[in-house]
Structures are given as structure tokens and as C-alpha cells.
């Protein structure tokens, strides 16, 4: 269990993500940038490097209160600018075989499953119960998106578990009922 000056000392704070361009060529070169910005960004939380992006990514934690419309427009992007399959089952099927059909379309693509949207909380307890505290399906962190109907769920791959949205390769949408 978490210390209270754990749990409190990010109160007031929000967590941001910056970019930070690679500029070298070579592990030597890498170790050096990583360095230079952990000295610069004290408050780093988490530095994430990954061969196919040419930045370093840069997890903190800054003074403010996160924005939800901020994570709204940015899951809205990320549903704008992938690729969607659509699920439509041949005969009817209950709501524990639909996620499981629809976790393997994602899987079938070489993907694991990262993230799941849908346009209602209530929408989706009825049809598949989740804790209301924090919302999950078979481990998955569940979000309710703004700019979709209530009866929408969507089902997000990407290359690897803990990826971050804008890291979304490909998705599933389908219906609750």
C-alpha cells in the first residue's frame, strides 16, 4: 500500500508528456542525451526510449490540474487516424464472447490489446459489468470517449502492452447490446 506522502505528492500537479529529438547516432551518443535531460528534467518520472521513434519520450509531473478535454482530443485523434475494422458477429453471441471476438481480431493483427473506449460507463456495466472505481476489461483499462455514441465500444492494438495512445495501430468497433 502507498505511503500518504506518496499518494499526496502529486496533488496539484499533472503529468505531461514532451518529446525530446534524438540527435545522435550510437549507444555512447544515447546514453549521453539520456543523461543531459535527466540532469535537466529532475522531476522525470519516466524516460521511454524506443528504436523506431527518432525522439525520446519524457514522462513529469508539472504544477496545474490535468485537463480532461486535453485527453478527450487527443483519443480523438488517435480514432481519427487509424485504421478500424468493424465487428459484426454471424449469429448472436453474449457480451463475453463479443470482447473476446473482438481482443482477438486485435491479436489476429500481431497486437496486443491496450486500451478499450466506449461512449458510456452505464452502456457498458449493463452489458458487461466492470468496477465503477476503475473500469477494466480482463486487465484493460476501459475510457469513456465524449464524440461516440453510448452503445459503442472500441477495442485498441498496438505493438506492444502499456503503449500510449498516440502508439494505437489499429481498432475495433463494435456494439453493446
Known sequence: MASFNEVTS??????VTERVQYSGAGVDSLIAQVAAIL????????VILDVTKDHIKVE??????????EQQELFDEVLKSTMMSEYFPEKKVTSYEQICNMFKQVTDEGLEVTLVFVGDMATLNNWLPVSKK????????VKKLKNIPDDVIIVCGAEWVGAEPEDIKFTVKGVMS
Request: one cysteine or more; glycine letters at 12%.
Open 10 to 15: 502529486t496533488v496539484g500537479q499533472r503529468r
Open 134 to 141: 476503475e473500469p477494466k476489461i480482463c486487465g484493460i483499462k
Open 60 to 69: 513529469k509531473f508539472v504544477k496545474g490540474t490535468p485537463n480532461p478535454d
Open 39 to 46: 540532469k535537466v528534467e529532475t522531476g522525470a518520472q519516466r
